[in-house]
C-alpha cells in the first residue's frame, strides 16, 4: 500500500515561508484556528503554544499549505493530499539543501515565473540551465531553500 505522506521545511518563521510558497505554488495555507479553538476549550493546550496570523490563532512554530484541489479534514483544514508543513527550528540554514522542489512551469515560463517569483521574495540563484531537453533556473526562498523553475 503506497504511503502518504508530506513534505516538511525546517525555517525560522513558518508563518511567512507558508504565505511565500502558497503564492508560488498556488496552494492554500491551511487554517487551523477551529480547531484550536477546540483543544483551547478542552484544556488541551494553553496559549503559549499559539500566535495570531491574519487575525485568527495559529501554531507558534507550525505552518502548512495544501494543494486546494486535495481532500481535507474540515475539523482541522489539514490536507489529505500534497502538502507542505514548515517547523521552525532554532539552527539557522548553513548548507546547501539535500532535498529540493522543482516547480514545472512549462519552457515558454521559466522566466516569467523566475520574475514573478522574485517578487514574491525569492532570489535567483543561477541562471538558466540544461540537460538534455530539460532546462532550469535554481532559486532560493526567502530563507535560502534551493528550489528549481523547471521546464
Known amino acids: 500500500m503506497p504511503v502518504h505522506f508530506k513534505i516538511v521545511i525546517d525555517c525560522a518563521d513558518p508563518h511567512r515561508l507558508a504565505a511565500f510558497w502558497a503564492e508560488a505554488m498556488d496552494y492554500r495555507v491551511e487554517d487551523h484556528s477551529s480547531f ?3 483543544l483551547l476549550a478542552g484544556g488541551v493546550i494553553t496559549e503559549d503554544l499559539l500566535t495570531q496570523v491574519d487575525g485568527h490563532r495559529a501554531w507558534k512554530t507550525l505552518a502548512a499549505i495544501r494543494n486546494p484541489d486535495d481532500p481535507f479534514d474540515p475539523a482541522s483544514d489539514a490536507g489529505q493530499g500534497m502538502r507542505l508543513l514548515f517547523q521552525q527550528v532554532p539552527e539557522p540554514k548553513t548548507v546547501k539543501n539535500r532535498v529540493h522542489l522543482d516547480l514545472h512551469v512549462g519552457l515558454d515560463k521559466i522566466d516569467s515565473e523566475t520574475e514573478r517569483l522574485e517578487v514574491l521574495g525569492a532570489t535567483r540563484h543561477s541562471e ?6 530539460a532546462q532550469w533556473i535554481v532559486m532560493q526562498d526567502p530563507e535560502g531553500n534551493e528550489f528549481c523553475v523547471h521546464s
Open 128 to 133: 538558466r540551465r540544461q540537460e538534455g531537453p
Open 36 to 38: 484550536i479553538e477546540g
